[in-house]
């Protein structure tokens, strides 16, 4: 069974630029999840998907981040205009159902100079 | 609101010892309880987890962990730590009420020496 795949591994932007994140996840998962973990600290979930239907964004800045979940399987993270703060790695997550067990990509690094 | 505390940075141990990674959790509902490992440049792997039943849970790679009600804690243990087990671990909570919606501590940097 493949994994959650994540794409790019790393990105370098300059602040104000945008950037877009894309996850897939493990197929036939209705549940995704994305977090931003900065260093040192544990995961911040961001925004949940279930299906294509939002569950939970309100950890999302939405003023500058924007998710969505084209047809219920993969999706896009996007950022725009990025600051020095959004600094992290982003980590898609997806499970069977809300109360399974997350399974996780290998996460994007950020770096916004 | 749900939070998650892993009260200890850093823990480190000697090889063949006994290991604890301590977690201590506050939930409105009845809590799903987790841990996962990370290895450096990689994501966040499972390792077991609590839902219902048995207090004691056992999972991957000779990891246990135990459900204390009472303390609200869910403390990680191994009986003998190997050098590979060396990595970050984290304690995550989710709440029955909360739409599933997961928290994890800040993270326990396990070492272990040869």
């Known amino acids: 069974e493949a994994g959650v795949a994540q794409s790019p591994r790393y990105k370098i932007i300059e602040k104000r630029q945008s950037v877009a994140f894309w996850c897939n996840p493990i197929?036939?998962?209705?549940?995704l999840y994305w977090y931003q973990q900065i260093l040192g600290q544990g995961p911040k979930l961001l925004i949940q998907?279930?299906?294509?239907?939002?569950?939970?964004d309100s950890q999302l800045p939405k003023d500058r981040f924007s998710a969505e979940r084209l047809k219920g399987v993969d999706s896009t993270l996007k950022i725009q205009p990025a600051k020095l703060e959004d600094s992290a790695v982003y980590l898609c997550?997806?499970?069977?159902?809300?109360?399974?067990?997350?399974?996780f990509g290998p996460g994007t690094r950020l770096l916004v100079l | 609101a749900q939070s998650v505390a892993q009260p200890e940075d850093q823990v480190n141990v000697a090889e063949g010892n006994p290991l604890t990674v301590k977690c201590t959790y506050s939930?409105?509902?009845?809590?799903?309880l987790f841990w996962y490992v990370q290895y450096p440049n990689r994501g966040l792997q499972f390792l077991l987890k609590?839902?219902?039943?048995?207090?004691l849970v056992k999972g991957s790679y000779g990891f246990e962990a135990e459900f204390n009600k009472s303390q609200t804690s869910f403390h990680l243990k191994k009986p003998s730590a190997l050098v590979s087990d060396s990595a970050l671990y984290f304690c995550?909570?989710?709440?029955?009420?909360?739409?599933?919606?997961?928290?994890f501590g800040d993270g326990t940097t396990l070492t272990v020496k040869p």
């Open positions: 997550a997806s499970s069977n159902r809300v109360q399974e067990t997350q399974y």
């Open positions: 197929s036939g998962h209705a549940t």
């Open positions: 998907f279930q299906n294509n239907g939002v569950v939970d």
């Open positions: 939930v409105s509902g009845n809590p799903y």
């Open positions: 609590y839902i219902t039943g048995d207090n």
């Open positions: 995550a909570v989710r709440d029955d009420t909360n739409a599933g919606k997961s928290t």
